[in-house]
């Protein structure tokens, strides 16, 4: 009960609405008051939220926005009143909203309070509530003499804030879409082990930095409980990591506990400072020394292919031509030159997806549970295995060819050897007891990659004479998204360097020799399902995702396994 108590407490500290009034000549802005019911994000919750007009608003010029978690905190309207009036800040309709809460049946049973699902939670539910429903929802209202209330769709002209998981979860939406909300403000924000906000300053380091300013604010007398210290543990270390993966971050520490006292005094000037040189672009920072390694400086993504649907697999040849495998639903094959020119590719008479390419030039092809077809390049075949329903597939420098078979529905899925003798052997074991979707090869070629993607790892064997594999590790550790158990069925390949590039949920997860991911870059149209190296130098990044093929060159170079085994530098120490 006393725990309960304190918690109350605390969220009355934090969430009680202040109306106080403007000083001085600036106009005063009008305050009204709304209830939403209708989320279908955030099914059977019921919610006031509070929007704030500026005096100076026009519906012609769609105005900037400030969403605010808690209703209304840090006398904000009579802060914006003054702001705007000086022109410290563009003017900016304000939106202070309360958490969710599902009514009781009746009077014997408690509400469901929503407020630390829907704040402390990862992932984009919160945002997509915002942007898909409440925001669309404001923007029904008129002021008091009927105007209607526009609001900027621009994520520059938008800023997002609140105070312990108000502010975490504000720190969310911008995270989670920075096209949306580029200018976060976070009070005592809950970056502790409630609901995964611990993760944060790992991810921070790790992802490709975002366009995202954040004013940090905390007091050394914040909370030390079960999840966590939120001033040793939480937003000092939040503001290093941002620091150090290039973003523009700026905070005040003081000696204050879980309260908006001080982030009230202190919510004019962060205001101030978030919206700076607006209307100038919020940039993303360079990022960490591991990824300032691999990215280059003012190379993005670029789009190869714009309509491609079913990719399968991408192969690359000598050449550093990429070949795109369309199974669904019009069975094409693309090809990629090293100009970037896209040609539909027939692969002789037969369709069939590319799954790789040899040492002799040879490209290797089949389709459903076919057989698996060697194809000169005068269209020559020669069948290299009678019949296999292939998962995958990569060729090595002697010609010698491994292949994920799920042809035995009792057996799973087999890894085969097929040795440039022709002879063939399963290469473990046991059965797997896992479900292996993508297989790559270390540029020394002795050591096999394997993806399990209903998990979270990459298994790693040793290549023994003969194709056998051995000495199973569960050996890369990747990260998953807060709504998943898996790190999603994609391809991978690794560089010169032996970095492991994998294609999952959260983007292109870059792994060191060690196993660990020292960096995460996402793909513009979410999940990405394939990857390789192509271009002349092999130092171009090919990644299916969704509808296209998105291209990036790379400070590295990609490792095929038809070349000859390269010796990587060994890692720093």
Request: one cysteine or more; aromatic letters at 10%.
């Amino acid at each position: 009960m006393k725990t309960r108590i304190i918690a109350v407490a605390l969220f009355l500290a934090i969430a009680m609405p202040a109306y106080a009034q403007p000083a001085g000549p600036a106009p005063e802005g009008e305050v009204k008051k709304y209830t939403f019911s209708t989320s279908k994000i955030f099914p059977g919750t019921v919610r006031d939220y509070w929007v704030y007009v500026p005096k100076q608003y026009d519906p012609a010029k769609p105005p900037c926005v400030y969403v605010n978690q808690d209703g209304v905190l840090f006398n904000a309207p009579a802060v914006f009143d003054e702001l705007i009036h000086k022109k410290d800040m563009p003017v900016t309709i304000g939106v202070f909203v309360m958490p969710g809460v599902v009514k009781a049946p009746n009077d014997k049973a408690l509400d469901r309070i929503n407020r630390s699902f829907e704040f402390d939670s990862l992932g984009d539910n919160y945002v997509r509530f915002l942007l898909d429903e409440l925001l669309p929802d404001v923007e029904t209202k008129k002021t008091a003499d009927g105007k209607p209330i526009k609001l900027s769709k621009s994520g520059n002209d938008r800023s997002i804030g609140g105070a312990s998981s108000g502010a975490i979860c504000a720190f969310t939406a911008a995270w989670e879409r920075p096209d949306a909300f580029s200018r976060v403000f976070s009070a005592i924000g809950t970056y502790v082990g409630l609901r995964g906000g611990n993760n944060y300053p790992t991810l921070i380091r790790k992802y490709e930095p975002k366009p995202i300013r954040v004013f940090l604010q905390d007091g050394s007398g914040d909370l030390d409980i079960y999840g966590g210290d939120w001033w040793m543990m939480a937003n000092q270390e939040m503001e290093r990591a941002l620091k150090v993966s290039g973003y523009e971050v700026n905070h005040e520490w003081d000696e204050g506990g879980h309260d908006a006292k001080h982030a009230t005094k202190i919510f004019p000037q962060a205001m101030k400072w978030l919206w700076k040189d607006w209307p100038t672009p919020v940039k993303a920072g360079a990022g960490s020394k591991e990824m300032k390694e691999v990215l280059q400086e003012g190379e993005g993504w670029k789009v190869a292919v714009k309509d491609s649907k079913g990719i399968a697999k991408m192969a690359t040849n000598r050449k550093g031509e990429v070949f795109c495998s369309e199974v669904f639903p019009r069975n094409k094959v693309y090809k990629i030159d090293n100009d970037g020119k896209v040609t539909e590719f027939l692969p002789g008479p037969d369709k069939a997806p590319i799954w790789a390419f040899g040492p002799d030039g040879l490209r290797y092809s089949s389709s459903g549970s076919g057989p698996i077809i060697a194809w000169d390049e005068k269209g020559k075949d020669t069948r290299v295995y009678n019949k296999a329903n292939c998962i995958d597939l990569i060729v090595d420098y002697k010609g010698g060819i491994f292949l994920i078979d799920a042809s035995r529905p009792k057996a799973g899925r087999d890894m085969l050897y097929i040795a440039p003798n022709g002879k063939i052997q399963v290469t473990v074991d046991k059965e797997w007891s896992f479900s292996p979707s993508h297989i790559a090869l270390s540029p020394d070629q002795t050591l096999m990659y394997v993806h399990d993607g209903r998990s979270h790892w990459i298994y790693s064997y040793q290549i023994q004479p003969g194709g056998k594999l051995t000495h199973k590790q569960e050996y890369n550790h990747l990260h998953v998204p807060d709504d998943a158990d898996d790190s999603g069925t994609g391809g991978i390949c690794v560089d010169r360097d032996r970095r492991l590039y994998v294609a999952t949920r959260l983007g292109i997860q870059i792994c060191d020799q060690a196993g660990r991911v020292n960096c995460i870059v996402p793909v513009p149209s979410g999940q990405p399902t394939g990857l390789c190296f192509g271009g002349a130098n092999f130092d171009t990044l090919f990644v299916t995702c969704g509808d296209k093929i998105y291209s990036r060159k790379l400070k590295t170079r990609g490792a095929n396994a038809f070349e000859p085994p390269i010796k990587p530098n060994p890692p720093p120490p």
